[in-house]
């Protein structure tokens, strides 16, 4: 073929068909990877830089309980103590006419005035008197001490408080053989319901009504015998309730006029030197 050969346009469309056949004959070229970088030269990243996040929450599977499904909450540990497992006991009521004391409300609102102390000695000298429908009784010390659950010191010293406002001091008492009837006469100054007619024979002693007539009994006997020396614990208790009034202020002579007309004459000399040495010391 020359080069100086003329091709007809027929020629040419011809021969581009045939290399286009021949092109897409032939298969596609392989992909080739990159190539792996060199230890000194750092990777370029293709994607950018995912930032920083928190690791995704996994859920727990439920499980299989017997029980009700649990709130997901973990309950709140409770640190009281368990509650008592002993039956409470039911007090049954007393009949209608049990021994009882009725006390009027206008003696309550009186004694709300008084501290804790002095209320609960005010309250077992009104029992021992109107529990008895009286308006004196008769009462130690001792047994005031022993009653109110108070130290002797503390019982002389709240009836200083209440002496001449909720009750009265009258004189000490230490006739007859029977130490019980012993002590010190007080005399209310609070209100008391009236005696009520008696209907029955009195109870015993301690439960309310009359005194027994036993005590009336030996109290008329001790008058016509006399009167009978202290023990030495009275003494002592006697010494202590006079140390007090003096320390107080009264004067000796109205406190021998309280008490001396009821006592030997050798008891009171000794108290009253005792109370007078116990008071100097106190001064």
Known sequence: MSANKIYSFKDLMAAKRAQAEVQESKPAPTQVPDPVPLPNSPPVPKNPPVPDSAPPQVSTPPQNTTGPQSSGRTPTVSRRPPPET?????????????????????????????????????????????????????????????????????VRKYLLEVDGKYVKRLAVVNEGTDVSVRGIRFKLLLPRLATPPQKHTPPQSGTGGSPPPNKDKDLKESYKKGVNRLTPEEIQSFTATVADLLGEGYPLEEVETRFAPTMHPVDWATIRSMAQAASKRGK
Request: net charge neutral.
């Open 86 to 154: 002993t039956p409470v006991v039911e007090i049954q009521p007393l009949p209608r006419d049990a021994p009882h004391l009725r006390v009027p409300y206008a003696v309550w609102e009186r004694l709300r005035e008084l501290k804790p102390g002095p209320r609960v000695v005010v309250e077992e000298i009104y029992r021992a008197a109107a529990g008895w429908h009286s308006d004196e009784c008769v009462i130690s010390i001792p047994k005031l001490s022993l009653h109110c659950k108070l130290d002797e010191k503390q």
